[in-house]
């Protein structure tokens, strides 16, 4: 059973940093595409970074690209992001989640199975 949990949100200035953490306490994310998605209030969910199940590609939205950086440590089962310069726009609701993938990572909420419980991201101007 893939159940993930995030860790790592908070409130932070802008142009100020943060690190998310994505678990899997189910031991079994070696085999799954992963992806960020985040969702702030009165707006759809969006796909901010995605990697696939072997860590060698990935793809950022672009009001992200250059800023967030996706990686995963499979030997841990642990998937983060690194977001630095952030800005008050990157406000949200940030979600792991792993998709019934190995070679590409959707962008696409839907095609996500599991998905973690949200971590607050605020980004204060």
């Known amino acids: 059973q893939v159940q993930p949990v995030e860790s790592g949100g908070g409130l932070v200035q802008a142009g100020g940093s943060l690190r998310l953490s994505c678990a899997d306490s189910?031991?079994?994310?070696?085999?799954?595409?992963m992806g960020w998605f985040r969702q702030a209030p009165g707006k759809e969910r969006e796909c901010v970074a995605t990697i696939n199940g072997s860590g060698k590609t990935t793809y950022y939205a672009d009001s992200v690209k250059g800023r967030f950086t996706i990686s995963r440590d499979i030997a841990k089962n642990m998937m983060y992001l690194q977001m630095n310069n952030l800005k008050p726009e990157d406000t949200a609701v940030y979600y792991c989640?792993?998709?019934?993938?190995?070679?590409?990572?959707?962008?696409?909420?839907?095609?996500?199975?599991?998905w973690g419980q949200g971590t607050q991201v605020t980004v204060s101007s």
């Open positions: 989640a792993a998709a019934r993938r190995f070679s590409t990572a959707p962008r696409v909420a839907d095609e996500y199975s599991f």
């Open positions: 189910g031991r079994t994310f070696s085999v799954f595409a």
